[in-house]
């Protein structure tokens, strides 16, 4: 009878195919802990909240003729108290764009509304020059007449912005009270006559003359109370060249454009100044001034 002898070719299959049966198993091992485990946050393990399971690594030990060696690792970024980003509910599986320890970004704001203290003058005069109201937060836009054919603000002393075209300049100074002077100067014979302010009134307010004042209302103190008395505009007032007054008058058109007339007045009398003020009315917290 012949006995075989194991040649070195034969050696090597078998070690191969043990080296292939070890890797084979250490991956079966190793399946459960990868399968539950969430590749961007791993669900907590049963063992505490908050702790992540291990990492099963399957490497090849060098000497070890092939073998392959698990090497259990511990996590080394756990996030107490952090839920996975996705989790099999029923056969489904939920997930969550909000990132793990952190909030869904609706908390409190980094700053919170604050209400307006002074008048508010753009560089171009198309964006409106914002006023304050009686109201905290409801705030009274103002657009100065022509105002798309007007330059830039000139920039002055105390805020104060010029916006100029050819035959006018409107002046608008800031108040200490949140109000605004408006002053226009008219250059020549050629500017016109009268000027319109085109108002934006917020929510529930209305403005009413008194004479040559208009006056803001508010009706936001709810049916059957009174109307609060939010703001204010001077009646208008005027001079020639000379500082001599000239008369002039306003009124209230059904668009809301604070109209000031200045009539017609003489060819030497240019130029000439008409002015009005805004001045808030600050009311109480009952509604009452």
């Keep these: 009878m012949m006995h075989g002898t194991n040649s070195p070719g034969s050696d090597k299959r078998g070690g191969?195919?043990?080296?292939?049966?070890?890797?084979?198993?250490?991956?079966?091992?190793?399946a459960p802990a990868l399968a539950h485990a969430d590749p961007i946050s791993p669900a907590p393990s049963p063992g505490g909240a908050g702790q992540l399971p291990p990492v099963v690594v399957v490497a090849a030990t060098p000497g070890g003729a092939g073998q392959p060696t698990l090497v259990i690792s511990p996590p080394?970024?756990?996030?107490?108290?952090?839920?996975?980003?996705?989790?099999?509910?029923g056969g489904a599986r939920i997930g969550s764009s909000v990132p793990v320890e952190?909030?869904?970004?609706?908390?409190?704001?980094?700053?919170g509304a604050v209400p307006r203290t002074a008048a508010t003058l753009p560089v171009f005069a198309r964006n409106g020059i914002f006023?304050?109201?009686?109201?905290?937060?409801?705030?009274?836009?103002?657009?100065l007449p022509d105002e798309m054919l007007l330059a830039p603000a000139a920039w002055g002393p105390n805020g104060m912005a010029t916006y100029s075209n050819d035959n006018n300049d409107f002046v608008v100074t800031p108040?200490?009270?949140?109000?605004?002077?408006?002053?226009?100067r008219k250059k020549n014979g050629l500017a016109p006559a009268s000027y319109e302010y085109f108002l934006k009134l917020p929510r529930g307010m209305y403005?009413?003359?008194?004479?040559?004042?208009?006056?803001?209302?508010?009706?936001?103190?709810?049916?059957?109370?009174?109307?609060?008395?939010v703001g204010t505009?001077?009646?208008?007032?005027?001079?020639?060249?000379?500082?001599?007054?000239?008369?002039?008058?306003?009124?209230?058109?059904?668009?809301?454009?604070?109209?000031?007339?200045?009539?017609?007045?003489?060819?030497?009398?240019?130029?000439?100044?008409?002015?009005?003020?805004?001045?808030?009315?600050?009311i109480a917290q009952d509604g009452v001034r």
């Design 16 to 30: 191969i195919k043990r080296a292939v049966v070890g890797t084979s198993i250490a991956v079966m091992l190793a």
């Design 76 to 89: 080394t970024d756990a996030q107490p108290g952090g839920p996975a980003r996705i989790n099999p509910i």
């Design 102 to 111: 952190m909030g869904p970004g609706n908390g409190k704001p980094l700053t």
């Design 131 to 143: 006023v304050k109201t009686g109201l905290a937060g409801q705030d009274l836009t103002v657009h």
């Design 175 to 184: 108040l200490p009270d949140g109000g605004a002077d408006f002053v226009v």
């Design 207 to 229: 403005g009413t003359m008194e004479g040559d004042r208009l006056v803001i209302k508010s009706s936001e103190a709810g049916a059957g109370a009174p109307a609060a008395t």
């Design 233 to 282: 505009f001077s009646p208008p007032t005027a001079k020639n060249a000379g500082g001599a007054a000239i008369p002039v008058s306003s009124s209230l058109s059904p668009l809301g454009e604070l109209t000031v007339d200045a009539g017609s007045p003489g060819v030497f009398d240019h130029p000439i100044e008409i002015s009005i003020s805004y001045h808030p009315n600050e």
